[in-house]
């Protein structure tokens, strides 16, 4: 009796120890890939308890979670022959378990090696101009350049973001004197345009003043007016041509002529008056 006991509580321990060994919890960021005497199965143990074959079979967890991956900064020539020193992020996750462990390795360390392949590629196909302003097209561009390799992997490419570009010291002194130099180009077209606009308006308050004489006037005593608001002892008057114009076709010529030259009248005069007084010769 006590050898059945005996032997009952063995296949009783044994029995625990099989069902404790087949029993796994897959939690719900992974799933469960399951190999039976060296052979995966084709479908993955999903979220909760999962049952297995006890010494036969080995279950291997994949997380399924998106993985964020700093790809290390690459240092490159551009195009256009400028050293540049790029570093971004990749974020991916896998898709089919079956696939990620059974075709690569290590697939975060194949992911991390193409992706820094693509970017040095990347850099050597674009010119500095395109790094620094036009990164959503390189972003794009980058993603398809891994999504292509790694899908065979099972994994998907969710987007690869370009972080920062780093230039060289020189370079940046060059930009800073080309960026100087067209807001200098863009002052003076503004300032030169504002000269244009402001002649044309002179022009035309010119035509108005010369078919109205007395708005120069309005517009000379408008002057007095804000130079006198200024307090200041010095008055400078401009005196304006049209006045002495107006003032010209205003005055009789004789008496113009009179008031511009009285010597050359009063000779006149005298000469005329001594001709008169001289004795006439008998014929």
Same mark, same amino acid.
């Given at each position: 009796?006590?050898?059945?006991?005996?032997?009952?509580?063995?296949?009783?321990?044994?029995?625990?120890?099989?069902?404790?060994?087949?029993?796994?919890?897959? !939690?719900?960021? #992974?799933?469960?890939?399951?190999?039976?005497?060296?052979?995966?199965?084709?479908?993955?143990?999903?979220?909760?308890?999962?049952?297995? $074959?006890?010494?036969?079979?080995?279950?291997?967890?994949?997380?399924?979670?998106?993985?964020?991956?700093?790809?290390?900064?690459?240092?490159?020539?551009?195009?256009?022959?400028?050293?540049?020193?790029?570093?971004?992020?990749?974020?991916?996750?896998?898709?089919?378990?079956?696939?990620?462990?059974?075709?690569?390795?290590?697939?975060?360390?194949?992911?991390?090696?193409?992706?820094?392949?693509?970017?040095?590629?990347?850099?050597?196909?674009? +010119?500095?101009?395109?790094?620094?302003?036009?990164? +959503?097209?390189?972003?794009?561009?980058?993603?398809?350049m891994l999504d292509?390799?790694?899908?065979?992997?099972?994994?998907?490419?969710?987007? $690869?973001?370009?972080?920062?570009?780093?230039?060289?010291?020189?370079?940046?002194?060059?930009?800073?004197?080309?960026?100087?130099? #067209? !807001? +200098?180009? !863009?002052?003076?077209?503004?300032?030169?345009?504002?000269?244009?606009?402001?002649? #044309?308006?002179?022009?035309?308050?010119?035509?108005?003043?010369?078919?109205?004489?007395?708005?120069?006037?309005?517009?000379?005593?408008?002057?007095?007016? #804000?130079?006198?608001?200024?307090?200041?002892?010095?008055?400078?008057?401009?005196?304006?041509?049209?006045?002495?114009?107006?003032? +010209?076709?205003?005055?009789p010529r004789s008496?113009?002529?009179?008031?511009?030259?009285?010597?050359?009248?009063?000779?006149?005069?005298?000469? !005329?008056?001594?001709?008169?007084?001289?004795?006439?010769?008998?014929?």
């Open positions: 009796m006590l050898a059945v006991e005996i032997v009952l509580l063995a296949l009783a321990g044994i029995a625990l120890f099989l069902a404790a060994t087949s029993v796994r919890v897959v !939690r719900q960021i #992974e799933r469960g890939v399951v190999f039976r005497l060296g052979r995966v199965q084709p479908d993955p143990r999903a979220p909760g308890l999962a049952m297995l $074959v006890p010494v036969a079979d080995r279950l291997q967890r994949v997380n399924v979670q998106v993985v964020t991956m700093p790809i290390p900064a690459q240092e490159g020539i551009t195009r256009d022959n400028v050293t540049v020193r790029v570093d971004a992020v990749v974020y991916f996750r896998v898709v089919d378990p079956v696939r990620a462990v059974v075709e690569v390795q290590d697939y975060q360390g194949a992911v991390s090696q193409v992706a820094q392949t693509s970017l040095r590629s990347i850099i050597g196909k674009s +010119e500095l101009d395109d790094l620094l302003s036009d990164r +959503e097209r390189l972003n794009e561009g980058l993603e398809l292509t390799p790694v899908a065979g992997w099972g994994i998907e490419i969710d987007r $690869v973001v370009i972080k920062d570009v780093a230039l060289p010291d020189t370079m940046k002194r060059s930009m800073s004197r080309q960026a100087e130099a #067209e !807001r +200098e180009r !863009r002052s003076r077209i503004i300032t030169a345009d504002g000269e244009l606009q402001a002649s #044309e308006k002179l022009t035309q308050a010119a035509r108005t003043m010369s078919e109205a004489p007395a708005a120069l006037q309005l517009r000379l005593l408008q002057t007095f007016v #804000e130079v006198a608001a200024e307090k200041n002892s010095t008055l400078v008057l401009p005196f304006p041509v049209e006045l002495l114009r107006f003032l +010209e076709a205003a005055t008496d113009a002529h009179r008031q511009q030259d009285p010597a050359g009248v009063a000779d006149a005069q005298n000469s !005329r008056s001594v001709g008169s007084s001289r004795p006439r010769s008998a014929s």
